[in-house]
């Protein structure tokens, strides 16, 4: 996947996590969005890569969804860059969002063709029908992105979303394509 889809991706997983109890802070919607994007470390031309001051040491020593695509590097991510936010913010939901994030990279890398291992420890590697790239790989970021949207106006808004869900669809609807209208013109 695209690294804007790993993006909404991350937001969307952390946002149903608001739904469960997770603070709807914009700091944490952040941090879930970074960790949507940290396992792809592992590739010399990812977004986080190309960004990420020293983003290209880690290509040099692993293989592409390999190790970095992993439970276990999830938790070893979540416990470095949590350990430092924590430290910073004196609280622990910048690392259960990063987690999550983290996480929600490897399920939509898991709907790819080439899919990932979610452990080094185990033969299991699911895979998916979706390209990188692709219409198929617009299509997911359409949806969810719309879900996304949709689920942040219940949570701002609860009451509104549901006296006038049909309003909040098609408001949902625009805002989708102004979000990611550029990035869908640029798939395949």
């Keep these: 996947m695209m690294w804007y889809t790993h993006v909404v ?3 969307l ?4 996590a608001v739904l469960f109890g997770a603070p709807m802070n914009p700091l944490d919607i952040g941090i879930a969005a970074f960790g949507a994007l940290m396992p792809d470390i592992d590739h010399p031309k990812s977004y986080i890569s190309t960004k ?3 983003g290209n040491v880690m290509p040099r020593f692993v293989e592409h969804r390999g190790v970095t695509h992993t439970v276990e590097a999830a938790l070893l991510m979540t416990a470095l860059v949590g350990g430092l936010a924590y430290w910073i913010t004196n ?5 259960v969002a990063f987690f999550i994030g983290y996480v ?15 452990s080094r420890f185990s033969s299991f590697h ?6 990188t790239g692709t219409r198929g790989e617009g299509v997911v970021l359409t949806g969810v992105t719309f879900l996304t949207v949709m689920l942040f106006a219940y949570i701002v808004i609860p009451e509104e979303t549901s006296k006038n869900l049909g309003w909040v669809v098609l408001v949902a609807f625009i805002a989708t394509f102004a979000i ?6 640029r798939l395949k």
């Design 13 to 16: 997983f952390y946002l149903t």
């Design 126 to 131: 699911p895979r998916g029908k979706i390209r």
């Design 180 to 185: 990611i209208g550029k990035k869908l013109k």
């Design 52 to 54: 990420l001051p020293g």
């Design 9 to 11: 991706f991350g937001v």
């Design 91 to 95: 609280s622990y939901w910048p690392a």
């Design 104 to 118: 929600s990279h490897l399920f939509a890398d898991t709907l790819t063709v080439s899919g990932i291992k979610w």
